[in-house]
């Protein structure tokens, strides 16, 4: 049975990519170049701030937007997961001297261990009861937090010391130390965890989830060991998540607890959806609408509850009329908006076919 | 460890919240078990009520009694008005998906109130019902009106709503539509009013707890929006079913979370109280699942 998925694989046969996947390819690759190399130097600090922001925050929408498109789990306890692995990379940071890319990678490790723990037992439960206990994991990991407070350089296990006045800034990498360069590393590394979801996606796991995600029995009749891959699932995100923490530490230089509330992670869930579970740009899309949006919005002077509202709206408009989000109906749109513009344009064919 | 009289006047506060705890989540289950719909946006609408009930009542002066049937009216009639246009649109969905959307109709109010009743400007708000100022004594410990209202409206409303269910034709339909929605819909159940009549007794008891809850913990959109997170524990304590179980765990866990209050060392961690006691209960309760295709899933 096993070997029935392994099959259905095109892995095996090398084939040449079709003209619209290199098109895509190439728009992607100009894309990342012009936001690696020239975005820092057309914004200001502020905007280079937000931006690296929405590096972070991608990373956190792209591995909620993995549970949630492709495996079918909903997770209303990101934000938590998120503030452990800031916590973790927080920790370590003061701690020790270790380079920076190890720390995330150990943070994101810690993160996973905390996920398969709380994980272990969660996915014994399914859709509305395990998106509503991570919701209850989330609300009880917020108020430890709240208690024991981030580190900030002092000492023992949970390096917090109340009486500090110098309160030292969490530290940046040493190459990456001026905020455009922080946003360049964060970019780097959300590149990174994109590239580790796209690996996961195409290959066995994938197809794994895509089975699950349909019909768990059907699933579990093609011989897929569905709590492993669920697992899977739920750890190789809880590893996204801690690494995107351990980068908002160095980004933020302080953290503190009333930063992560539970009621984040249910506007996180909110705008992934609206972004678009079934496609990466989803994520993307998903993190310039929760961090880039306010911004601009605070810039104008506009209030940010309307962006809000706006999600609200989004929330409902995808569940009744859009399910893939923005990333795949605003191409849809522009597309169908070009050909009624063309049609406009361009005189009538008179064909006579066209007025049957 | 405190001494018994310590945790005294905790045990009538732990009752009252446990009460609201109740009211909120026998609203909660009554809704579902019509319409399969976890409503996520019962704080939010009363928060809602309770605001514009502030509105009112402080600044244009109106009575107190107008501004509390307004706060009910308005909690139900925005409910009414979701279940309306969303109920049928989604009424064929996973109970998952359903809830995500309450998340929604929560933001556009959560986003409404922030921007009318702004929060950064510090000024406390309070809400502050006639009954607090009356009250009588049990031994050493004061006890409010308003504390007594919210206990008994937490064991009327489910004694209620538990006859409600059980006697009347409404009832009934609600039971028979929380087992199958289209066969009940075949034996002539006019599935639509039975709806509207689960999502309005939804909407008012969001009313009643907002306002009782304005006066018990805050008036603030956000902790009341946000405390519908903790009153869910004991809704799914009961695993969306039961009233019965729904009010005895809501009753538990006010009555534990403020007898942890002075314990020195849990007192910061009683908040967890509520997250904690459903993860336990869920995870015990789901020890042997059995993996089922239901049509609401499919």
Redesign the interface.
């Given at each position: 049975m096993r070997a029935t998925i392994e099959r259905a694989s095109p892995a095996r046969t090398v084939r040449r990519p079709t003209r619209p996947q290199l098109v895509n390819w190439g728009v992607t690759a100009a894309l990342l170049l012009f936001v690696l190399l020239a975005l820092p130097q057309l914004m200001s600090l502020y905007y280079v701030d937000t931006m690296t922001q929405v590096a972070v925050y991608s990373m956190v929408t792209v591995a909620l937007g993995l549970l949630v498109g492709r495996v079918g789990l909903?997770s209303l306890g990101q934000v938590a997961v998120l503030a452990i692995g800031a916590w973790v990379a927080a920790r370590l940071l003061f701690a020790t001297t270790q380079p920076y890319p190890l720390v995330l990678l150990e943070a994101g490790l810690i993160t996973m261990l905390a996920g398969l723990l709380i994980g272990l037992?969660?996915l014994?439960?399914r859709?509305?009861?395990l998106?509503?206990?991570t919701?209850?994991?989330a609300?009880?990991i917020t108020?430890?937090l709240?208690?024991v407070n981030f580190p900030n350089g002092g000492h023992g296990f949970t390096g917090y010391n109340g009486s500090l006045v110098h309160i030292p800034p969490i530290r940046r990498p040493s190459i990456a130390a001026s905020d455009p360069a922080y946003f360049r590393y964060s970019v780097v590394v959300a590149i990174l965890m994109f590239a580790l979801v796209l690996v996961h996606i195409k290959t066995r796991p994938g197809r794994a989830w895509a089975a699950i995600r349909q019909?768990?029995?059907a699933a579990?009749a093609a011989g897929i060991n569905v709590w492993l891959y669920k697992l899977w699932a739920f750890a190789l995100a809880s590893f996204i998540t801690g690494v995107a923490g351990g980068v908002l530490a160095g980004a933020v230089h302080y953290l503190y607890s009333i930063g992560f509330p539970?009621?984040d992670s249910?506007?996180l869930?909110?705008v992934t959806?609206m972004g678009g579970v079934y496609s990466l740009w989803g994520a993307v899309v998903a993190a310039l609408l929760y961090q880039f949006l306010p911004a601009l919005l605070n810039n104008w002077g506009v209030?940010a509850?309307?962006?809000?509202?706006?999600?609200?709206?989004?929330?409902?408009q995808v569940?009744?009329t859009a399910p893939a989000g923005l990333a795949d109906q605003v191409p849809k749109d522009l597309a169908r908006l070009g050909r009624f513009l063309r049609g406009r344009l361009r005189p009538r064919p008179a064909a006579p076919e066209s007025t049957k | 460890m405190p001494a018994w009289q310590d945790f005294e006047p905790f045990i009538v506060s732990g009752l009252a919240l446990g009460g609201v705890y109740a009211l909120s989540g026998v609203g909660l289950v009554v809704l579902y078990r019509a319409t399969g719909v976890l409503y996520l946006a019962f704080g939010a609408v009363g928060a809602l009520g309770a605001l514009i009930t502030w509105s009112l009542v402080t600044k244009a002066g109106v009575p107190g009694w107008v501004g509390w049937l307004t706060c009910v009216a308005v909690a139900g009639a925005v409910t009414l008005g979701y279940g309306l246009i969303f109920g049928p649109a989604l009424a064929k969905r996973d109970p998952l998906v359903k809830a995500v959307a309450t998340i929604g109709l929560t933001l556009i109010l959560y986003g409404v109130m922030d921007l009318l009743w702004t929060t950064s400007g510090g000024q406390a708000r309070s809400l502050t019902l006639p009954t607090d100022n009356g009250g009588f004594t049990i031994g050493q410990i004061q006890v409010t009106w308003t504390q007594v209202i919210a206990l008994g409206a937490g064991v009327v409303l489910t004694a209620g709503t538990g006859a409600f269910l059980r006697f009347t034709k409404l009832g009934t339909a609600m039971r028979a539509m929380a087992n199958d929605r289209d066969i009940t819909a075949t034996l002539g159940v006019p599935v639509r009013k039975v709806e509207a009549a689960a999502w309005l007794g939804c909407g008012v008891l969001a009313g009643v707890a907002g306002l009782l809850l304005a006066d018990l913990v805050a008036l603030d959109a956000t902790t009341l929006t946000f405390l519908v997170i903790s009153s869910l524990a004991a809704v799914l304590i009961a695993r969306l079913r039961s009233i019965t179980v729904t009010f005895l765990a809501a009753i538990f866990i006010g009555l534990l979370h403020d007898l942890l209050t002075p314990i020195t060392s849990l007192s910061n961690y009683r908040d967890m109280t509520p997250f904690v006691i459903a993860a336990i209960a869920l995870l015990v309760l789901s020890r042997h699942q059995v993996m089922t295709q239901s049509r609401e899933e499919a």
């Open positions: 909903v037992p969660a014994r439960l859709g509305l009861y998106a509503l206990i919701l209850m994991l609300g009880a108020v430890v709240a208690t019909s768990e029995p579990l539970t009621q249910i506007t869930l909110a959806l209030s509850d309307w962006l809000i509202i706006l999600f609200g709206v989004g929330v409902l569940l009744t | -």
